[in-house]
């Protein structure tokens, strides 16, 4: 079975300071991952995928994500953030085949101090 | 284009109730999912159908049930509600059957209070 760890439940950062945001998985078959952003009283909004081909991905509002197969990671990056990027960060993996689900991390809470 | 709309937005009900939330995918998207999110913890998986038949379900017990008609447009129905039953409640749609290559759209969700 597949599951996501993300190892912090808040990171707090101040305004311009660089951030990462971690994300582990754990499955034994080839799988396909993903970052959402949710802002409050809103629904999840993609952030990024990857699915095959290169490890970096970029993403919108300047995030990008690194997949590491060795170290089972796909921790999110953004050299430089915004009051405007707090929210709840959610990692999330599935996997080919008949498998139709997103299965979802406990998110990570984002907050950009001034 | 309109995005995913769900309705209503906030629902109170009591113990024992049941409840119907509804969504109304995105113009042209065959597929919905459902995914259960209690306060603190990410979205939990619950239904997906596709082209009107269910295609996958999640761990959770027979009073959830859903379906969808034929303009795609979904309901979920809860019976017999739990205090535990509490949460945000998230429809998603993507145009294929399949999550791993088709980016899902999710709505703003209905929030669903139990008393």
């Known amino acids: 079975a597949q599951s996501v760890t993300q190892l912090d439940s808040q990171v707090p950062v101040f305004e311009e300071a660089p951030v990462e945001l971690r994300c582990n998985y754990s499955?034994?078959?080839?799988?396909?991952l993903f970052w959402y952003v949710q802002y409050p009283n809103q629904g999840l909004q993609l952030l990024l995928k990857?699915?095959?081909?290169?490890?970096l991905v970029k993403g919108i509002n300047g995030f990008e994500a690194e997949f590491n197969k060795s170290q089972t990671s796909f921790h999110l990056r953004k050299p430089s953030v915004h009051i405007s990027d707090t929210a709840e960060y959610f990692c999330?993996?599935?996997?080919?085949?008949?498998?139709?689900?997103?299965?979802f991390g406990t998110g990570t809470l984002l907050a950009v101090q001034p | 284009d309109a995005g995913v709309t769900q309705s209503p937005t906030h629902l109170i009900k009591t113990r024992g109730q049941h409840v119907t939330l509804r969504c109304s995918p995105i113009?042209?998207?065959?597929?919905v999912s459902w995914y259960q999110q209690v306060l603190g913890q990410g979205p939990q998986f619950i239904f997906q159908?596709?082209?009107?038949?269910?295609?996958g379900r999640g761990n959770f017990p027979d009073r959830f049930s859903a379906r969808q008609f034929p303009n795609y447009s979904s309901e979920l129905n809860v019976n017999a509600l739990l205090l535990g039953d509490s949460a945000l409640y998230l429809c998603?749609?993507?145009?294929?059957?399949?999550?791993?290559?088709?980016?899902?759209?999710f709505g703003d969700g209905t929030r669903l209070s139990i008393l």
């Open positions: 998603a749609s993507s145009l294929g059957r399949r999550v791993s290559n088709q980016p899902q759209h």
């Open positions: 113009s042209g998207h065959k597929s």
């Open positions: 499955s034994s078959v080839s799988v396909y």
């Open positions: 159908y596709y082209e009107k038949e269910e295609r």
């Open positions: 999330a993996v599935t996997t080919g085949g008949a498998t139709n689900k997103l299965i």
């Open positions: 990857y699915l095959s081909g290169s490890t």
